[in-house]
């Protein structure tokens, strides 16, 4: 059983540029959350995906956007990279119906890097 | 919104040790959960145990266990017989009931010595 898988691992980008990174969630989950860990923090909820709807929305820009696909995978999107999007991005997912119980798993993360 | 803090600076363990890591939380929901995750260097956030408000009894996974008290906004982890793989960064966190829109502390780091 596979768990949650993104990609790619490491990145670099320049400031300016437009990144995007890919998301599968855990075999039976419905619902993806993206979440941006900077160095020495803990991480911080970007937005919510549910029914290839944004459900839920962080305090980040509109840079930071998102989709998902019929089959609930999902993308990060952030454009115009500014040099302090540098972080590890993760990506977690759960079902709907089990928010109660506290099944919410991680992936092992993007780490973006802005020069 | 939540508030979840983290404070110990970073601990060294014995191996076999028990070790206690201290979280307080600020909320106004009447019901939430909250939430113990490892992140070892490779960056993955390892899932542990997860408290309901409503849970009289507090959560126990293998050795790991969660002392909830409620009244004082604490949820401290508990993990029993350290192991060397138990070496990472813990968070604690928490979410409205019935919402995974998590808030993290800023984590402990802990490393367990032979």
């Known amino acids: 059983d596979a768990g949650v898988t993104q990609s790619p691992t490491h990145l670099i980008k320049t400031r300016g540029q437009q990144v995007t990174l890919r998301c599968s969630p855990k075999?039976?989950?419905?619902?993806v959350s993206w979440y941006q860990q900077a160095l020495g923090q803990g991480p911080q909820f970007i937005f919510q995906?549910?029914?290839?709807?944004?459900?839920q929305r962080g305090n980040f820009p509109d840079r930071f956007s998102g989709h998902q696909f019929p089959n609930y995978s999902s993308e990060l999107n952030v454009n115009a990279l500014l040099l302090g999007d540098s972080a590890l991005y993760l990506c977690?997912?759960?079902?709907?119906?089990?928010?109660?119980?506290?099944?919410?798993?991680f992936g092992e993360g993007s780490r973006l890097t802005v020069l | 919104a939540q508030k979840i803090t983290q404070t110990q600076p970073g601990m060294f363990v014995q191996e076999k040790e028990a070790v206690t890591l201290d979280c307080t939380y600020d909320?106004?929901?009447?019901?939430?959960?909250l939430f113990w995750y490892k992140q070892p260097s490779s960056g993955e956030m390892i899932f542990l145990i997860y408290?309901?408000?409503?849970?009289?009894q507090n959560a126990t996974e293998g050795r790991y266990s969660l002392n909830f008290q409620k009244a004082r906004k604490s949820a401290n982890l508990v993990i029993s017989a350290s192991q060397l793989g138990d070496s990472a960064m813990y968070f604690c966190?928490?979410?409205?009931?019935?919402?995974?829109?998590?808030?993290f502390g800023k984590g402990n780091q802990v490393v367990v010595i032979p």
């Open positions: 909320t106004s929901d009447q019901s939430y959960g």
């Open positions: 977690a997912s759960s079902l709907a119906s089990g928010v109660n119980t506290g099944e919410l798993f």
């Open positions: 995906y549910y029914e290839e709807e944004e459900r």
């Open positions: 075999s039976g989950h419905d619902t």
């Open positions: 966190a928490m979410g409205p009931y019935g919402n995974n829109r998590l808030a």
């Open positions: 408290q309901g408000s409503y849970d009289e």
